[in-house]
């Protein structure tokens, strides 16, 4: 069990013999173990084949730096803590070009430094897998959970023309297996991939089984730096000082991408039979959504749940699809009102979007959900017109 | 000039030598005629570079890291693998290059803009951890690319676009002496400063340039040389008259040499770790 001892003086196996408290067969914790998010999703990439990781110190994400500290060292890789996050992130582009698999994680200011490279790594076409562990902001904000990145992730962090695939665990089960998944787009399609958590996922411990998921190694694609014995140089590179070439790129840029949007929608639908009111949430907010589900119906209101799982590309068809016979949509968040927006997109007025969202780090209640699934259901007039 | 060579040196469409022995020739590793203005150093410092590698036979696995400015098109001129970097970011990408493929002879190539303002945290760094990579770093004081704004490394009272007046050092501060900077951290193996000013100042540079990878090749640590250039255009001038006024001038104010090269004792005194220092890491 060395592999999941904590790094530090902390060190010793939590193996649950059996769950305090309880005692069911339908309960039972055995062979599970309890991880922090954080050194869940680290373990997991190293099971991934993630040869070099780079990070910088930031709270809530701090644990994932250390698991790799200790961690990869043992394992013969590469990890080096850098001097700032635009040094971490600019040495994984520097280890991507040399065909490594790469692993970079922070937080959102963190975050908004390595926003510069996410637009040459796209442009220059070089897979990674960036996790942001979401606190609040704007600003220095706080420590605590958030999702206010949901539109850095999805539509922002760096200049011109480019996409980020976005994948958003609800679980630190979730979170495991989407970190493969990562990997696999990134490489698939040659672009950087933010697997986006927020502070809970991040600091919380959840039991989970200890079978992180190997991923193959492609064949040495080839882009790959590795000298030029023998054949013409490469050059991995965004400057296309042309316009006619810097377009001919984008236009290939954007073909990827909307092969990705083709092929890559993932979402999850929880008791949406029925459901008079479509909740969707993604990450943190969906486990709150998802006992707001159970209490609204316990009191009589048809709510379901809608949780996108990639956040870009956003599975619009599918939310319209679930949505087509509710009487409303209500995006729960932890942030002012980001989510929504692509929603309401999805939705296109065919039913009316509400929003209920905290701040700051403060996270929704249950029952605060369950008021706000009720406010949408007596809003709206129940037509689907 | 070692590489003297039996190959006939004749460019493409002139009449074949028909004997003689060709002592000079392009290196291999040159591939277009550069874009550069004229009287530009970059071109010199490139086919340095070429003959270094040429001479040490390891063009074929070389990486070559470029960054922003006019340095961003030595992958257009020189033929190796190369990857661009974010302006600045250089020495942070050659450092993940080079973790990831220690085999491989990584080196970047950076003007003083890149290098010696929006990179420096990046370069001090890699060089306090002693990164065993080489850094080409070309100083003409002056932002080039852009339109010759001044730099963290023009001199005081010099004119540019953004100190018309001449840089005044009470409000726009003095030189950045990097190389001298960098001189004083361990990780540092080899650090010298050269020029292109003339032809014997060129032969030395060329001999830094090599001692550097060598310094690479034994893998000890990171190696810098910084090599004084022009930009007869951001400096207004002839390209004679920056060649003059790079040794006349701006030679008097860099001094060049080697500063550091550890496996041959050459290195600033300074104060070594200490006891306590020790007793720290000892401690754990």
């Known amino acids: ?385 | 000039m070692s590489a003297t060579r039996e190959a006939d040196g004749a460019s493409p469409g002139s009449p074949a030598m028909s004997e003689g022995r060709t002592i000079y020739a392009r290196p291999l590793l040159l591939t277009n005629p550069t874009s550069y203005c004229p009287g530009c150093g970059h071109g010199i410092v490139h086919r340095l570079v070429a003959e270094v590698l040429e001479e040490l036979d390891l063009g074929g696995r070389t990486i070559l890291v470029g960054s922003v400015g006019c340095s961003v098109f030595a992958y257009d001129y020189l033929r190796l693998d190369s990857v661009e970097s974010p302006h600045g970011r250089a020495a942070a990408v050659a450092t993940g290059v080079k973790r990831v493929r220690p085999d491989r002879i990584v080196f970047t190539y950076q003007g003083d803009g890149d290098l010696a303002a929006i990179g420096t945290a990046e370069i001090v760094h890699a060089a306090a951890r002693g990164e065993r990579f080489t850094t080409i770093f070309v100083n003409n004081g002056i932002y080039g690319m852009t339109g010759g704004q001044m730099a963290p490394t023009t001199l005081p009272g010099q004119k540019t676009t953004s100190s018309p007046l001449g840089r005044d050092v009470e409000t726009q501060g003095y030189p950045l002496p990097v190389t001298e900077m960098l001189s004083l951290l361990a990780g540092v193996q080899y650090a010298a400063r050269v020029s292109v000013a003339d032809p014997g100042h060129v032969g030395k540079a060329k001999q830094a340039i090599k001692r550097a990878f060598e310094i690479q090749l034994e893998g000890k640590g990171f190696s810098i040389v910084e090599v004084l250039s022009t930009c007869p255009v951001g400096w207004g001038m002839t390209p004679t008259e920056a060649m003059d006024h790079l040794r006349d001038t701006v030679m008097g104010a860099y001094p060049v040499g080697t500063f550091v090269d550890r496996p041959r004792r050459i290195a600033p005194s300074l104060p070594q770790p200490g006891p306590s220092h020790r007793s720290i890491t000892e401690g754990f």
């Open chain 1, 1 to 385: 069990m060395t592999v999941l001892d904590r790094p530090g003086a902390d060190a010793r196996p939590r193996v649950l013999a059996s769950p305090p408290g309880t005692g069911g067969e339908a309960f039972s914790l055995q062979d599970r173990v309890l991880m922090k998010g954080n050194e869940a999703i680290a373990e997991a990439a190293i099971a991934a084949g993630c040869d070099a990781y780079f990070g910088y110190p930031i709270t809530p994400q701090a644990e994932l730096l250390e698991w790799m500290a200790r961690r990869m060292p043992e394992e013969g890789r590469t990890y080096v803590q850098a001097e700032s996050e635009l040094a971490a992130i600019n040495m994984a582009l520097g280890a991507a070009a040399v065909g490594a698999r790469v692993l970079v994680s922070s937080s959102s200011p963190g975050i908004s430094l390595m926003a510069e490279a996410m637009s040459y790594m796209a442009g220059s076409r070089l897979p990674m897998v960036l996790v942001n562990v979401m606190r609040g902001g704007p600003g220095l904000g706080s420590i605590g959970a958030s999702q206010g990145d949901y539109l850095q992730a999805t539509k922002g962090h760096g200049h011109g023309d480019y996409r980020v695939p976005v994948l958003a665990p609800s679980s630190i089960a979730e979170a495991i297996d989407l970190v493969g998944d990562a990997f696999t787009l990134a490489e698939r399609y040659r672009t950087p991939v933010i697997l986006l958590a927020d502070g809970i996922l991040g600091q919380a411990m959840e039991p989970v089984k200890p079978t992180f998921r190997a991923l193959e190694r492609p064949p040495r694609p080839d882009w790959v730096l590795d000298g030029a014995a023998g054949r013409e140089p490469r050059v991995i590179k965004s400057l296309h000082l042309r316009p006619e070439d810097l377009e001919r790129a984008d236009l290939a840029l954007q073909a990827t991408y909307a092969e990705i949007t083709e092929n890559e929608q993932r979402w999850a639908g929880e008791s949406l039979d029925g459901a008079d009111v479509v909740m969707v949430a993604y990450g943190t907010a969906a486990r709150i959504a998802r006992t707001a589900v159970e209490r609204a119906r316990a009191a009589g209101l048809m709510a379901g749940l809608f949780r996108p799982i990639t956040l870009w590309p956003f599975p619009a068809a599918a939310l319209c699809e679930a949505a087509r016979d509710a009487r409303a949509v209500l995006a729960v968040e932890m942030s002012a009102g980001q989510l929504v927006e692509d929603v309401r997109l999805a939705i296109e007025g065919a039913v009316p979007v509400f929003h209920h969202g905290r701040m700051g780090g403060m996270v929704p209640t249950p029952d605060e959900v369950v008021d706000a699934v009720r406010r949408a259901w007596s809003t709206s007039d129940g037509g689907a017109s």
